[in-house]
């Protein structure tokens, strides 16, 4: 069972650099502007997975009615699925699942 640990911290995107505030209701795991994550969690927020890579956004995928982005990470070839937040920009997350 995968425990989750809130996490809501404010951040600059490794990506982008934009600065990103915290999540509006949740915890903050990826960038709102690009979309692009760290791969730092086992569970999520538990900020345990020492890999560190960038996690790039590569599609969209529909599971119990949430919308997930799908990650690469782009250090260890790890794919990562986190839940879109409702202030990511909605024409960057629709482009991921436009081919």
Excluded at 32 to 58: E, M, Q, S, T, W
């Amino acid at each position: 069972m995968r425990k989750f640990t809130k996490r809501n911290e404010s951040f600059t995107c490794i990506n982008c650099e934009q600065e990103v505030s915290p999540h509006p209701s949740s915890s903050r795991d990826h960038c709102p502007f690009c979309l692009y994550g760290l791969h730092v969690d086992i569970n999520p927020g538990d900020r345990a997975n020492k890999c560190k890579g960038i996690l790039k956004p590569i599609g969209i995928k529909n599971t119990n009615r949430k919308e997930q982005i799908v990650f690469k990470c782009e250090k260890c070839g790890e794919e990562v699925n986190c839940i879109t937040a409702p202030d990511d920009i909605r024409e960057v997350v629709h482009n991921l699942g436009v081919n």
